[in-house]
């Protein structure tokens, strides 16, 4: 889906993304559908704030398969590529990918190449928790001990959610 490069498109396109994934029966207020929206909500600020280029909207694509939900957002600004870098502590602004990074199994970004711009994306692996698959829970990854000393605020409580530590990048 297309979206205006604005805070309202932004917004709207977070707003989809939970919509969709509660259709999809990952219900509101469920680890899945809560990561999912926070990742959506930093990738498509990004967009909008990092990517923008007048006249030129973001493009989202939200995919999922039987083990993997994935979000996809595209903007027109090839020479602005996002880095995963470390936050002063009293920064207003600069951690969305440092989240992304968390929160995601994978993450990265691909040029376009029929176009110019990028997309960014980021993955959910999926785990059954029941035999019909019916309910499903988020296989991702856990803040780095560093980035909890330096940004507590980021923390998150991993002993009460479905989170698992994955290495892979």
Excluded at 48 to 65: E, I, K, M
Aim: with cysteine; net charge neutral; aromatic share 4%.
């Amino acid at each position: 889906m297309r979206f205006t490069s604005t805070p309202r498109g932004a917004r709207l396109a977070r707003r989809l993304v939970s919509h969709r994934l509660h259709e999809w029966g990952h219900p509101y207020g469920v680890d899945t559908n809560d990561t999912l929206t926070l990742i959506t909500a930093e990738l498509t600020s990004n967009a909008v704030r990092h990517g923008h280029v007048p006249g030129r909207d973001f493009h989202l694509r939200l995919t999922q398969t039987a083990a993997t939900l994935r979000i996809e957002v595209t903007d027109t600004r090839t020479e602005k590529q996002p880095l995963l870098a470390h936050t002063p502590a009293d920064a207003t602004s600069g951690r969305g990918l440092l989240l992304v990074a968390a929160l995601a199994t994978h993450w990265g970004v691909t040029r376009r190449t029929a176009a110019p711009g990028k997309t960014v994306w980021a993955e959910l692996h999926l785990r059954s928790t029941t035999s019909d698959n019916r309910s499903l829970s988020v296989t991702g990854c856990r803040l780095p001990p560093s980035l909890e000393l330096q940004h507590p605020a980021l923390s998150i409580d991993v002993e009460e959610s479905h989170f698992e530590q994955d290495q892979e990048a």
